[in-house]
């Protein structure tokens, strides 16, 4: 492998704090999984392909639901097919082995080389999801009765998961990984990660996205606050549209691209509004709401 699994420094696409950067190769180094919260849109998912970009190892990605259980990360027994090719096929159902497959922890384990398994939005699960995963994450094992066979990890997988806090996760759990919060990024980060995505947009209509961007965060009665993610879909839709950096702070263009709740553009249009009385502008009156 061409680079040291200790050391992640960021990538090109992907600018990283001091502390994230810290607790990436911390988890490495004590083989722990790195448990990322943070609220939607702040990077979290891009993180663990930033890790696998930097190390040159591969990405797997476990997608959690509401109903993903434990034991589909370690494998699953194809009983269905088997009672179909017993019935209809010409296989010897007797190797049960040929109906066993493996999850994405599963796959990690038999990897001939590390790789870099995200576990996404481990929260959306129940309660019960995270312990159910303690002693494979432990041990780097599993057994699958059906075949008698133990599948041991070949290289430990640098495990990523995420969590956007909608409940709260098992203390068990909590104790087994390294824990960081991804803070919201202030101005100076925001408009460096900007500029890694958009390095050619006018500097006047960045000040005055990011200027009316987070005054928009700052109204504490949003229902759902606009995201980094976002604001790149917004500075591209303004570059793209033709929107002269005058407009933005008074009007908020394409302003769909950035409020996804009916509730959310109708206080904004208030506080555009108040605003505009206050500063003497006629803001509020020309919200482009449809976009």
Same mark, same amino acid.
């Given at each position: 492998?061409?680079?040291?699994?200790?050391?992640?420094? #960021?990538?090109?696409?992907?600018?990283?704090?001091?502390?994230?950067?810290?607790?990436?190769?911390?988890?490495?180094?004590?083989?722990?999984?790195?448990? /990322?919260?943070?609220?939607?849109?702040?990077?979290?998912?891009?993180?663990?392909?930033?890790?696998?970009?930097?190390?040159?190892?591969?990405?797997?990605?476990? +997608?959690?639901?509401?109903?993903?259980?434990?034991?589909?990360?370690?494998?699953?027994?194809?009983?269905?097919?088997?009672?179909?090719?017993?019935?209809?096929?010409?296989?010897?159902?007797?190797?049960?082995?040929?109906?066993?497959?493996? #999850?994405?922890?599963?796959?990690?384990?038999?990897?001939?080389?590390?790789?870099?398994?995200?576990?996404?939005?481990?929260?959306?699960?129940?309660?019960?999801?995270?312990?159910?995963?303690?002693?494979?994450?432990?041990?780097? +094992?599993?057994?699958?009765?059906?075949?008698?066979?133990?599948?041991? *990890?070949?290289?430990?997988?640098?495990?990523?998961?995420?969590?956007?806090?909608?409940?709260?996760?098992?203390? *068990?759990?909590?104790?087994?990984?390294?824990?960081?919060?991804?803070?919201?990024?202030?101005?100076?980060?925001?408009?460096?990660?900007?500029?890694?995505?958009?390095?050619?947009?006018?500097?006047?209509?960045?000040?005055?996205?990011?200027?009316?961007?987070?005054?928009?965060?700052?109204?504490?009665?949003?229902?759902?606050?606009?995201?980094?993610?976002?604001?790149?879909?917004?500075?591209? *839709?303004?570059?793209?549209?033709?929107?002269?950096?005058?407009?933005? !702070?008074?009007?908020?263009?394409?302003?769909?691209?950035?409020?996804?709740? +009916?509730?959310?553009?109708?206080?904004?249009?208030?506080? *555009?509004?108040?605003?505009?009385?206050?500063?003497?502008?006629?803001?509020?009156?020309? /919200? !482009?709401?449809?976009?």
């Amino acid at each position: 492998m061409s680079k040291n699994l200790t050391t992640f420094t #960021g990538t090109d696409d992907y600018i990283v704090s001091e502390d994230l950067r810290n607790s990436v190769n911390v988890a490495v180094a004590l083989s722990r999984p790195l448990l /990322i919260k943070g609220e939607p849109g702040t990077g979290k998912t891009v993180l663990a392909r930033s890790i696998a970009n930097a190390l040159d190892l591969r990405l797997l990605i476990w +997608n959690i639901k509401s109903t993903t259980k434990a034991q589909e990360g370690l494998y699953v027994y194809d009983t269905v097919q088997r009672l179909y090719d017993s019935q209809f096929g010409d296989k010897d159902v007797a190797d049960i082995k040929q109906y066993i497959k493996l #999850g994405k922890l599963g796959e990690a384990f038999v990897s001939d080389q590390p790789v870099v398994l995200l576990i996404d939005e481990i929260d959306k699960a129940d309660l019960e999801f995270p312990n159910d995963l303690l002693w494979e994450l432990d041990v780097m +094992n599993f057994h699958i009765p059906e075949t008698g066979e133990t599948v041991s *990890a070949k290289r430990r997988p640098i495990v990523i998961i995420t969590s956007n806090a909608e409940k709260e996760l098992p203390d *068990a759990f909590l104790r087994r990984c390294i824990f960081h919060y991804i803070a919201f990024p202030e101005p100076e980060m925001m408009e460096q990660i900007i500029r890694v995505h958009h390095p050619d947009l006018e500097k006047s209509l960045l000040q005055e996205a990011m200027k009316a961007f987070y005054w928009l965060r700052s109204i504490s009665s949003l229902q759902k606050k606009p995201s980094t993610s976002e604001l790149l879909d917004w500075v591209q *839709a303004l570059a793209v549209g033709g929107i002269s950096p005058e407009q933005i !702070y008074d009007e908020l263009p394409f302003l769909g691209t950035l409020l996804k709740k +009916n509730q959310d553009f109708d206080i904004v249009l208030r506080r *555009a509004h108040s605003r505009g009385t206050a500063e003497n502008q006629p803001a509020g009156n020309r /919200i !482009y709401r449809g976009w």
